[in-house]
């Protein structure tokens, strides 16, 4: 059964360092999506993206991060100058349509120090 | 924004027993899902169930969209159930939102 992937499956980075976290959607999925987990609490929507373009995004994503497709399989996540409270495990997801069940990947923790 | 709350926060329980878990929602929902998360932090996808009933093996789920709530049904728990379980609901702006989750334990 296809599924979502997601590299790293756990990053360590220093604060101030850039970040890209990648994802490879199912394969004819159009619909993508991050979302972000704080240790112990609940996962959180960041953005939306189709048609190579963000659809929708969320307060907690602002202009430190920023989603590219660069090819026809990679969808990625880039947080330009981390902080502490960056650490969270990210979480990408996809649909074949706006409608329907997401498909969530395993995650990525990142853990910033 | 669409408000979704789980109950309960908590729920220990005794290897075999039964259990039921609860997502309310504030307005209406195009979309709901039930996730396991194990002790990696994976989300498991359990449901995609907008309406209706659904199961599989010993879990089953119910969502009654006119008076917004799902259920999710875990019979005879074993201890690999145990884990933190999320409610997420999609509302029509296509804003999926978590429940802040029930955890369970399950002792053997």
């Known amino acids: 059964e296809p599924e979502v992937t997601q590299t790293p499956s756990h990053q360590v980075t220093q604060m101030g360092q850039e970040v890209i976290l990648r994802c490879v959607p199912i394969?004819?999925?159009?619909?993508f999506y991050w979302y972000r987990q704080i240790l112990g609490q609940k996962v959180e929507f960041l953005v939306s993206?189709?048609?190579?373009?963000?659809?929708?995004k969320s307060e907690i994503f602002d202009d430190q991060f920023s989603v590219e497709r660069p090819d026809g399989s990679n969808f990625t996540l880039k947080i330009r100058s981390t902080k502490l409270e960056d650490s969270a495990m990210y979480f990408c997801?996809?649909?074949?349509?706006?409608?329907?069940?997401?498909?969530f990947g395993p995650g990525t923790r990142l853990t910033v120090t | 924004g669409i408000q979704v709350e789980q109950s309960p926060p908590d729920l220990i329980l005794q290897e075999g027993a039964n259990s039921t878990l609860r997502c309310n929602f504030s307005?209406?929902?195009?979309?709901l899902q039930w996730f396991h998360q194990n002790p990696w932090g994976q989300l498991i996808n359990l449901f995609y169930i907008p309406s209706g009933t659904k199961q599989n093996g010993r879990l089953s789920a119910t969502t009654v969209v006119t008076e917004r709530y799902s259920l999710l049904y875990i019979s005879s728990s074993q201890t690999t159930d145990s884990g933190v379980y999320f409610c997420a609901v999609e509302d029509y702006n296509n804003d999926m939102r978590f429940g802040a989750g029930t955890r369970l334990t399950v002792k053997p």
């Open positions: 307005d209406s929902v195009n979309n």
């Open positions: 993206f189709y048609n190579n373009e963000i659809s929708e």
């Open positions: 394969s004819n999925h159009l619909y």
């Open positions: 997801a996809s649909r074949p349509t706006g409608l329907g069940e997401q498909y």
